[in-house]
């Protein structure tokens, strides 16, 4: 299934979905490297919402630029499967090599705002990511292993305390939305 297919068969889950993914394939329709960091306004990433088997953790890796815990994740870099660019993203960021799949499909979308940075020595001006969540399952008793140079900790947070470790207002939002449609799964 192409990206554009995936997201006009997406359901929105709340009006902010229905916007967002007005925006997604706007930019999908206008921009030939939206799938590339090259666009400097809007690109795609993949993230992940990963559950243990009881559905009562979510595992979060503490991100280097932001410094705070989130959720796992990066940019498409010209993949159009981003499924398949969440999962490496996801295997890389925590050492988990079984990761299952709970959800058909993209469980979630955002677009996020991306604040000027520094990254590996280099200016990065604000910009959009257009985000693609997929959830997923892994044994919270597997091995985790941080990613040098990207995050400093791996952790299984129990689901009710995401929020109290996550300090950046916009994804509390976004978090509250991913554990409010896990749990009505």
């Known amino acids: 299934m192409t990206l554009r297919t995936m997201l006009e068969t997406y359901q929105p889950w709340d009006e902010a979905e229905a916007r967002d993914k007005e925006l997604m394939l706007y930019a999908l329709a206008h921009f030939p ?22 559905r009562d953790r979510i595992l979060l890796v503490h991100h280097n630029i932001y410094n705070h815990w989130a959720w796992t994740g990066g940019h498409a870099d010209g993949e159009a499967d981003l499924r398949a660019a969440a999962l490496r993203e996801a295997r890389e960021e925590t050492g988990l090599r079984e990761l299952r799949p709970l959800y058909d499909g993209v469980f979630s979308i955002q677009v996020l705002d991306v604040d000027h940075h520094i990254k590996r020595g280099q200016y990065v001006a604000s910009h959009l990511h257009l985000d693609c969540c997929f959830l997923w399952e892994a044994d919270d008793a597997a091995p985790l292993r941080a990613r040098d140079g990207e995050n400093t900790g791996v952790k299984w947070v129990p689901i009710d305390e995401v929020l109290a470790v996550c300090n950046e207002a916009v994804m509390d939002i976004v978090y509250a939305k991913l554990n409010e449609k896990l749990k009505a799964l």
Request: with cysteine; proline share 9%.
């Open 33 to 54: 490297d939206v799938l590339t960091r090259e666009n400097p306004v809007c690109h795609f990433t993949a993230s992940n919402w990963i559950t243990n088997p009881t």
